[in-house]
C-alpha cells in the first residue's frame, strides 16, 4: 500500500515554485547568488505560505532541500528558509531536476529510512513521476496547499 505523504519520516523540498513563489526574474541573480546577498528574494516574490504551513506540523521531521541551481547558491536558500521555518534545513544542489532522485536515495541510507519513507515536494511534474517510479513519495505543492486550505477552513483557523 502506497504512503499518505502526511506519514511522511523525511521530507524533501524543491525551492523555485515550491516554497518560494517568484514573481519576477531577479536582477543580477547569478551574481548576487555568488556573493551571498541574503536579500536577494526581497521584493522579487513570495514564500508559499500554505506549504510553510504543513511544513512547520513536521518540526522534529529530517528536513532537506534539493534545488536545481549552481552550488553556491545553497548557502542563500537554506539561509531563506531557516527564516521562515525557524530552523536549519540542509540544502543540496543538482545541475538537472532528475538529479534530485539519488540525492533522496543517499538521503534516504543516511537515515536508514526506506525509499516509501521519504516524500518529494516538487512543482516539476516529472520529478515526481520519477519519485515515485523509485519508490517515493511525492506530491506537487498545489495538492498539499489544497488539502492545507481546507483544513484550515474546516478547524476555522484561517485569516
Known sequence: MENKYTDAKIICIDFDNTI????????????????HDMNIYNGYGKPNLLLLE???????????CITHDSSYA???KRNYIQSLLDRDVPTFAVS???????VMEVIANTNNMAKSDVLLVDD???TIEL?????FMAEIPQRIMQ???????KTGNAD
Open 131 to 135: 519519485a515515485h517510479i523509485d519508490g
Open 20 to 35: 518560494f513563489i517568484p514573481e519576477k526574474e531577479i536582477d543580477n541573480y547569478e551574481w548576487k547568488m555568488f556573493h
Open 96 to 102: 538537472n531536476p532528475d538529479e534530485k532522485i539519488p
Open 124 to 126: 516539476r511534474q516529472r
Open 54 to 64: 504543513f511544513l512547520r506540523q513536521y518540526e522534529y521531521t529530517p528536513m532537506y
Open 74 to 76: 545553497c548557502e542563500v
Open 147 to 153: 488539502d492545507i486550505y481546507i483544513n484550515l477552513h
